[in-house]
């Protein structure tokens, strides 16, 4: 996609005002519930900026943008009050970026099939792939049996290719 660069710096836009928010309340999540819960009650908007979000929104490199009552409450603390236009382009890029995300997954799936299909030494554990210009190490393994266990695991740390 050749406009990611104006997608992600537009996802931007949220991000950067709401760390200068949490910034404003020196760095103190619990100020900065109190003041968006404040905004939220004040409008009616339905937002959820609880401590857990606020970190997630905070902190999660994942995290593209928040449902939009949340960006809303984010946008409304801000010192620009203008900020608030920018949800519908927010929202788009958010989109946008939603589908890039899935078309690069897609590519890098294919391309770790074909590898694994046309390979000869499965000695070696690791091979890299080319995806648009960007070399990707990948390393595999064989799963020789699945038992249940009790051990709780992250869902991020799930994300892993198994066919």
């Not at 949490?22 to 760095?27: L, V």
């Not at 339905?46 to 857990?52: C, D, E, I, L, V």
């Not at 603390?77 to 995300?101: C, E, F, T």
Request: net charge neutral; glycine share 4%; proline share 2%.
């Amino acid at each position: 996609m050749k406009d990611s660069g104006t997608v992600f710096n537009t996802l931007d836009i949220w991000k950067k005002s709401l760390q200068e928010t949490y910034e404003n309340c020196n760095k103190d999540i619990q100020l900065l519930e109190v003041l968006l819960t404040a905004i939220n009650e004040r409008n009616s908007i339905g937002a959820n900026p609880t401590r857990q979000n606020i970190r997630r929104w905070l902190f999660d490199d994942d995290m593209l943008a928040p449902e939009e009552e949340n960006l809303r409450v984010i946008l409304l603390a801000d010192k620009d009050k203008s900020m608030v236009k920018k949800i519908p382009q927010i929202l788009n890029a958010y989109g946008k970026a939603k589908s890039l995300s899935s078309q690069v997954s897609r590519q890098i799936k294919s391309a770790i099939i074909d590898k694994l299909k046309n390979l000869n030494n499965y000695d070696d554990r690791s091979f890299s792939i080319n995806i648009g210009g960007h070399s990707i190490n990948v390393q595999y393994r064989t799963i020789i049996n699945l038992q249940d266990t009790d051990i709780e695991i992250e869902y991020s740390q799930t994300r892993k290719f198994v066919d």
